[in-house]
């Protein structure tokens, strides 16, 4: 096991950490919260886990979907690839926990967006005879499927109000807070949100610009609504900021 990240690096669990880190990491993840230790063993001995270095391709638009991924470390942004000229849209950003390609084991079409890490990322994979069998056998599994479907379609019916409501710096504001409330649910005071995207890919989450986004970051850090401290966002009033995006 190698000691840097590279783009495509996929390892058997059983053979590396084995399955005890792994089961920690699944306990995040929404589809296996209520999961109890032998079930989380045995699908800790199902996965395999792929690094990839930042900007390191998951998977592209139009490829066959055959796993589901879990964020294990890192971060990764589920793109929809724009013509030429225009800049992404960018329908999600993901942590440690969330999980991503389950709508083409559904319904078995190609993959609809590309997912890209945003940072030097692990993920947990999880292959189709995998993820067959435990939504024949675990109704636990099945019911946080379903969650997380009626949770995507909940999220992008916010996503079609905001661009349909509010103006750029508003969109800009209410993505700020639903990222920080995902990253830290039980803080409202100097929240600190990891940052790594650049003003394209900002621009891409909200539908703007990048000369735009620049100079609407440039605002929200004049009034004191937000500052950068590297690559962290650090957030004084996360009411404060939601009310900039009410106005």
Request: aromatic share 6%.
């Amino acid at each position: 096991m190698g000691s840097g990240w590279w783009e495509g690096s996929m390892e058997p669990l059983t053979r590396t950490l084995g399955t005890e880190p792994v089961t920690e990491a699944l306990r995040q993840c929404s589809l296996f919260a209520h999961a109890d230790g032998p079930t989380l063993e045995t699908v800790a001995r199902t996965l395999r886990r792929r690094r990839f270095k930042r900007n390191g391709v998951i998977f592209h638009q139009g490829d066959p979907g055959d796993s589901l991924f879990i964020v294990e470390s890192g971060r990764v942004k589920v793109v929809v690839l724009s013509s030429e000229g225009a800049e992404d849209a960018i329908i999600a950003t993901l942590g440690p926990g969330m999980f991503f390609g389950e709508l083409a084991l559904l319904d078995g079409a190609a993959h609809s967006a590309s997912a890209i890490a945003v940072e030097p990322s692990e993920t947990l994979i999880l292959d189709r005879e995998s993820f067959d069998r435990l939504m024949d056998s675990q109704p636990g599994f099945r019911r946080a499927i379903l969650a997380a479907l009626a949770m995507e379609l909940r999220r992008l019916t916010a996503h079609v109000e905001e661009l349909q409501f509010l103006d750029l710096l508003g969109r800009l504001a209410m993505r700020i807070v639903r990222m920080a409330e995902e990253a830290e649910p039980d803080t409202r005071r100097d929240v600190r949100l990891a940052w790594p995207f650049n003003q394209s890919e900002v621009a891409g989450m909200i539908g703007g610009a990048r000369p735009s986004i620049n100079r609407l970051l440039q605002g929200l850090i004049a009034d004191g609504l937000i500052r950068f401290e590297g690559e962290v966002l650090v957030i004084p009033d996360l009411d404060a900021l939601a009310l900039t995006a009410s106005r």
